[in-house]
């Protein structure tokens, strides 16, 4: 039983282990739905990767602009807040502010949202990224469903060798007769250790090949998974080198949500490095209609 109990370990760490992996592009695939319209699918995502790094303000960030787009503006103030305290001086502070000051409009001044999935005009990078989250998904859903049924295989191998191990141990006889009197059977241990032993075994041989079947199954979806991304990335090269500017329009929403629109070279879904700066002081000259100024008077508002 130990041998049983140390190979569905070893299958549970595995598969664990694919489960943080699958998770490590949480972000990003929260960020694809976004832009796709695909709001609660984007909360979901989003909120995974919260829980999992609740530092991340990037994830934040896009998780108050979901809240927004759903209507939720509790959600998406408190998210907006949490981002706008935890950096300080930065663009990212500034829009946070401007979107929680837009709580003080009526909701029927506010634009209507419109952003619904069949309406929503993607532009090509966008496509290839929600095409290859899709891809990824269902991927991940068929080495799960694998996963499982070589689970259910070995549970049902494990099970047939524990109950016949069961049977013949219960036919080894306990006693010896010699006419009349009984006797205990000298060798009734070593008889059913040799049972154990070779039920243990044959439990080590299920375990291995279990094992190397595990390894083959990843191998082969990482692979599949490995050269789709390649092609992907390959097709987004190709889009970045082609003439003209593919840019994903804005759509109006109920909310001061400037979410995936590019300012400069900078997108503000991708806080920059000063989310790290230290807040100004009075000792740090201030240039007219600096970042710092519009944000102090955005903080302003909330203290009227």
Same mark, same amino acid.
């Not at 068929?142 to 070589?150: D, M, S, T, V």
């Not at 099970?159 to 036919?171: E, F, V, Y």
């Not at 009984?182 to 032993?197: A, G, Q």
């Not at 949500?257 to 590019?262: A, T």
């Given at each position: ?16 282990? &694919? ?77 946070? &502010? ?8 009526? =909701? ?50 494990? $099970? ?9 141990? $219960?036919?080894? =006889? ?16 070593? $008889? ?94 201030? =240039? ?17």
């Amino acid at each position: 039983m130990k041998v049983l109990a140390h190979a569905f370990l070893t299958l549970t760490t595995l598969a664990m282990g &694919l489960f943080i992996s699958a998770r490590a592009d949480e972000f990003q695939d929260g960020v694809v739905l976004f832009k796709a319209g695909r709001m609660t699918e984007a909360r979901d995502v989003l909120l995974s990767a919260v829980k999992r790094n609740p530092s991340d303000l990037k994830a934040r960030y896009f998780l108050a602009n979901v809240y927004a787009s759903l209507k939720d503006r509790q959600k998406a103030v408190e998210q907006y807040s949490y981002c706008a305290n935890a950096a300080p001086g930065t663009k990212l502070e500034e829009f946070c &502010l401007k979107a929680m000051g837009m709580q003080r409009l009526k =909701p029927n001044s506010l634009p209507a949202l419109k952003h619904p999935k069949n309406d929503l005009q993607l532009n090509a990078e966008l496509k290839v990224d929600l095409q290859a989250y899709e891809y990824r998904h269902n991927l991940e859903k068929q080495r799960a469903n694998e996963l499982k049924g070589l689970s259910s295989r070995t549970n049902a191998q494990a $099970d047939t060798i524990n109950r016949q191990m069961a049977l013949d141990i $219960d036919s080894v =006889p306990r006693y010896v007769y010699v006419g009349d009197k009984r006797y205990s059977n000298p060798d009734y241990k070593s $008889d059913v250790d040799s049972i154990k032993l070779e039920a243990a075994r044959r439990l080590d041989d299920i375990a291995n090949r279990r094992n190397a079947d595990l390894e083959s199954l990843n191998q082969r979806f990482d692979k599949r998974l490995e050269e789709y991304m390649e092609s992907r990335d390959g097709i987004r090269n190709a889009l970045k080198s082609a003439n003209g500017n593919m840019q994903l329009t804005p759509h109006g929403t109920d909310m001061y949500v400037r979410n995936y629109i590019n300012f400069g070279q900078e997108k503000i879904y991708e806080p920059p490095q000063s989310l790290q700066a230290r807040p100004l002081t009075l000792l740090d000259k201030i =240039p007219e209609s600096s970042r710092a100024d519009r944000i102090r008077q955005l903080r302003r508002q909330f203290q009227d």
